[in-house]
Nanobody, 123 residues
């Protein structure tokens, strides 16, 4: 199994930036493609970004293109999501996930999930 722990979520003003981290432990991190999802109150969990095993390929939902950057450090078993120009509609619980293939945008295509970290963007 892979254990995933997100961190970095907090309250931030619109237009601000935030960097989320996802620390992985357990099985070999480099064996997994990774993704970020988010879930706002009353809404379904939605795809944000994905990164390949090596980190050489990334894929973004339209909502984050040009504002979000996903990256990973396989030596540190860590993945990050840099979020810039944040908007109130980015408010959600953000989850990291590990899966087999890249790119994957649906929740059912990932095998392991973290517990989430809350991001709140005030207007």
């Amino acid at each position: 199994q892979v254990q995933l722990v997100e961190s970095g979520g907090r309250l931030v003003q619109a237009g601000g930036s935030l960097k989320l981290s996802c620390a992985a432990s357990g099985r070999t991190f480099i064996n997994y493609a990774m993704g970020w999802f988010r879930q706002a109150p009353g809404k379904e969990r939605e795809f944000v970004a994905a990164i390949s095993r090596s980190g050489g390929n990334t894929y973004y939902a339209d909502s984050g293109k040009g504002r979000f950057t996903i990256s990973r450090d396989n030596a540190k078993n860590m993945m990050t999501l840099q979020m810039n120009s944040l908007k109130p509609e980015d408010t959600a619980v953000y989850y990291c996930a590990a899966g087999t293939n890249f790119p994957r945008t649906r929740t059912g295509q990932y095998d392991y999930w973290g517990q989430g970290t809350q991001v709140t963007v005030s207007s």
